[in-house]
């Protein structure tokens, strides 16, 4: 019977060469579980006969992502013999600091049962582009309407470490080198601990051992967003049913060759399979060699009590005012290790912050800026750790001269003992 239906889907998907294939194009709408209408486009093979795949496009991050992003894709899946439906992404409800995969994915069945009414559609199937990795699975294991996952770029761990680890590969192509790398990946642990960081330990394992369709779950080599060889042994460790794993050398993350167009041979493999499983014949599971992975990831647990973003804010927050408070009032008096202490160690946590935080704001696709470099560091970087060994020696100078020290000066000395630790553990006393 296999054999049987294999030949009728063929037959039914006889059509030209793929780039001569004519599309059609309809407009959609679907109604969220929350409300929202949201629309979609559906392509198709105009001339194609019989039942066809029905493939749903489920986005990657981005808050209300238009459906002409996915324009690509949708284009070449639909020329592979399938009815493809790219919808739009909400931009209620998802923001940079709150989103909620379950919704998500709940997103995607409202929009996936409409392409599972259209005239001609067979079998039906998601597509999920990075965070639609984390997304598509948790729908699938909700619907018998998801016969089949494609995953391109899909992430095997939590959001948290896999951001910690692209933010470190953003500074390695910076030329970044040092303990700055440590730090800002530190900064993104502060985030998520003070609840900015959304959905920053969800972890896909449990959702992908329940996973009982067929899975295609592919990467491009040179993915630098999400970590390819870590995330591929995730999905094997995980997935039990039929699972086909797929590397493209030298392809990013998103297996594009530029913006609008596709890794060669990428809508080929993915047409391929969903064919072939459309028609009963799922595969045994296989895996491509991984690529060379330069860095494995680093597990980032919840931040311990001692480290948690009210004592980490709340302690600079002291520090600074100490400091300020004594260089603003003794500036040109007073103690010279003091006022050493108090101008070096304020210095420093402003230019600590600073560069932390521009390396945040200016982080994208494409990578940070930095800003002026010196000796493998951003100059500010660089300033602050040589304005906090300054400050450590003048902390040591103060303590040794508590006895006879002013009340002030004490004062300044207790902030110095605070920020010796603190500038230990964001890296400033570290190369």
């Known amino acids: 019977m296999k054999l049987v239906a294999a030949a009728l889907l063929a ?9 001569d294939v004519q599309l059609k194009t309809t407009d959609v709408t679907f109604t969220t579980t929350d409300g929202q209408r949201l ?9 194609a006969t019989g039942e066809l795949p029905g493939l749903l496009l489920v986005h990657g991050s981005g808050a209300g992502n238009s459906r002409r992003e996915l324009r690509a894709e949708a284009e070449a899946f639909a020329k592979q013999g399938m009815v493809v439906l790219a919808p739009d992404k909400r931009a209620v409800g ?11 994915a ?16 067979g079998h039906t199937g998601l597509w999920g582009l990075s965070e639609g990795g984390w ?24 959001p948290l470490r896999t951001q910690s680890w692209n933010a470190a590969n953003k500074l390695d192509r910076a030329g970044v080198r040092g303990s700055l790398r440590g730090a800002y990946a530190g900064l993104h642990r502060l985030v998520a601990d003070a609840g900015r960081f959304p959905e920053a330990y969800y972890d896909p394992a449990a959702t992908l051992g329940k996973l009982t369709q067929p899975v295609l779950a592919m990467w491009g080599a040179k993915d630098n967003q999400v970590m390819p060889a870590e995330s591929a042994e995730r999905f094997r460790a995980y997935v039990r049913g039929s699972l086909t794993v797929k590397f493209f050398k030298d392809a990013p993350h998103a297996l594009h060759s530029d913006e609008n167009t596709l890794t060669p041979g990428y809508a080929e493999a993915v047409g391929t399979w969903v064919k072939n499983v459309a028609a009963g014949n799922v595969p045994a599971s296989s895996a491509e060699p991984y690529p060379a992975q330069e ?12 480290e948690s973003w009210q004592l980490m804010i ?30 070096s160690g304020a210095l420093s946590v402003v230019g600590t912050s600073y560069t932390l935080m521009s390396l945040l704001m200016t982080s994208n696709g494409q990578g940070v800026t930095t800003g002026p470099m010196l000796l493998g560091r951003p100059v500010t970087w660089l300033a602050s750790q040589l ?5 450590a020696v003048a902390v040591i100078t103060c303590l040794s001269r508590w006895r006879t020290a002013s009340a002030r000066v004490r004062m300044v000395a207790v902030a110095g003992t605070l920020f010796i630790p603190w500038a230990l553990y964001w890296g400033l006393l570290v190369p």
Request: hydrophobic share 50%.
């Open 94 to 104: 998802y923001d940079k600091t709150h989103r909620d995969y379950s919704q998500l």
């Open 11 to 19: 037959a039914s998907l006889h059509t030209p060469a793929t780039h």
């Open 314 to 343: 709340g302690g600079m927050a002291l520090m600074l005012l100490a400091f300020l408070a004594y260089a603003v009032r003794r500036l040109g008096a007073g103690s010279w290790p003091a006022r050493v202490l108090a101008v």
């Open 135 to 158: 997304v598509a699975p948790i729908a699938a294991t909700r619907s018998k309407d998801v016969e089949f996952l494609v995953t391109v770029g899909g992430p095997g761990l939590a």
């Open 39 to 47: 629309g979609g486009e559906i392509l198709q093979p105009a001339h």
């Open 295 to 306: 860095s494995r990831s680093v597990d980032t647990p919840p931040s311990a009590w001692w």
């Open 106 to 121: 709940d997103d995607a069945l409202a929009a996936l049962a409409v392409l599972k009414k259209q005239p001609g559609v």
């Open 387 to 391: 304005l906090a060994a300054v400050a």
